[in-house]
């Protein structure tokens, strides 16, 4: 299958843009602490506005302040008590965004429920991201930070040239009709092949640090952030194309907006998290 000029630039401009951001993340992670913290916060707010703008220009009238108050006072709470606050949080703010629908004069269900989904999909994923920057040793921390993004950008990766290269049935063609089964299977294969990278650097690195640990944990690990990844884009698409957007925002060139760009990560948040409270078991 030929690219056309229009792909081959898409592309450029999207490997610019990724080559551009790189060194950023880099030095967000490496400083770490409460820097790296209202970082996320910061980018997890512009993900919050996006996906909330998006729902509103579908025809809904999400509330809105719940979703970024569970993202700021979760934040907080989680890094100056325990992660496990985040329930309590997100309990109490979801209850909050129903009443608010309900005492309006028109209120109506499919509006309590957009008022949760960002709060489901952005805020609670976010949460779980900022709770790794509490992990003791820092070692750790890191390679569990770099397992979030490298995951997600292995998944992307490979599964963007497999797919276009291999081509195929396709994955969800009614959500995504440039996704392939083909480029599924080869974004779990880039999403374990990153990991292990990862992992085996760390290793050499610090390798007092995987005592008791076995590789084949990292592996199932991968896979799971594989399969989040593509579940993570594939949502952001289906809230786009049932909201009849092209893109979350053009914050970056080639790739969108920050809910663009944050859309797998934020799903594999959640397992690398997961993953977290099974490692810290183990040593």
Wanted: proline content about 5%.
């Amino acid at each position: 299958m030929s690219e056309t000029p229009k792909t081959r630039s898409s592309l450029k401009q999207r490997l610019i843009t990724a080559f551009a951001l790189i060194p950023v993340l880099i030095a967000v992670l490496a400083i770490g602490g409460w820097f790296a913290a209202a970082a996320c916060t910061a980018c997890l707010c512009v993900a919050l506005y996006e996906e909330l703008n998006c729902l509103k220009q579908g025809g809904y009238r999400p509330v809105q302040w719940t979703a970024y108050a569970s993202l700021l006072v979760g934040a907080a709470l989680s890094l100056m008590h325990s992660p496990t606050v985040i329930l309590l949080v997100m309990g109490v703010l979801i209850l909050a965004a129903q009443l608010c629908v309900m005492c309006r004069k028109e209120p109506k269900l499919l509006d309590i429920l957009v008022s949760v989904l960002p709060m489901l999909t952005v805020a609670l994923p976010g949460l779980c991201l900022i709770s790794i920057l509490d992990t003791q040793p820092r070692a750790l921390q890191l390679m569990l930070l770099v397992f979030v993004f490298a995951s997600s950008i292995g998944c992307d990766t490979l599964a963007y040239f497999v797919g276009s290269t291999v081509g195929g049935p396709k994955l969800c063609p009614h959500i995504s009709p440039k996704k392939t089964v083909s480029g599924a299977i080869g974004g779990l294969v880039g999403s374990v092949l990153f990991m292990l990278a990862v992992e085996g650097g760390f290793r050499l690195a610090v390798p007092e640090l995987f005592a008791g640990m076995s590789l084949w944990w990292t592996i199932a690990a991968a896979l799971v952030c594989g399969v989040a990844a593509q579940m993570g884009d594939l949502f952001a698409s289906m809230v786009k194309r049932h909201c009849q957007v092209k893109d979350f925002g053009s914050i970056f060139p080639g790739h969108g907006g920050m809910m663009d760009r944050l859309d797998s990560v934020l799903f594999t948040s959640i397992v690398i998290f997961c993953y977290r409270a099974l490692l810290l078991g183990l040593i």
